[in-house]
């Protein structure tokens, strides 16, 4: 069985970081291409960004390229979001998701497997 969990989350003032976390467990990560979405209260989930097997592709939403990176270790079978120069915005619940197909894709509905999600929440 795949597990997913999501660490890293809290309460930041504007132009603050976080790095979220994505622990894998139950298959090796290097197999899966990874993502993180995100949830706003009222609002459909989101993409944030995403990353291939190899970490060789990346992929960000326009609302947070230059401000955010995706990275991955899959020796420590755990993929990475890091979160800088945060707005008000950002502020969702985050999740992790993960797939066993090499293409990356952005739509929530093709990955089969998602974390508990961890709430982000950025102060003006």
């Known amino acids: 069985q795949v597990r997913l969990v999501e660490s890293g989350g809290g309460s930041v003032q504007a132009g603050g970081s976080l ?8 298959r090796t990560c290097s197999s899966m ?6 949830q706003a209260p009222g609002k459909e989930r989101e993409f944030v ?14 609302s947070v390229k230059g401000r955010f990176t995706i990275s991955r270790d899959n020796a420590k079978n755990t993929a990475y979001l890091q979160m800088n120069s945060l707005k008000p915005e950002d502020t969702a619940v985050y999740y992790c998701a993960g797939r ?8 929530p509905s093709t990955y089969p497997y998602w974390g508990q999600g ?3 929440t950025v102060s003006s």
């Open 49 to 62: 960004a995403a990353i291939s097997w190899r970490g060789s592709s990346t992929h960000f939403a326009d």
């Open 100 to 107: 066993s197909i090499v293409l990356v894709t952005t739509t």
């Open 118 to 120: 961890t709430q982000v």
């Open 33 to 38: 291409t990874m993502g993180w979405f995100r």
């Open 19 to 26: 790095r979220l976390s994505c622990a894998v467990s139950g």
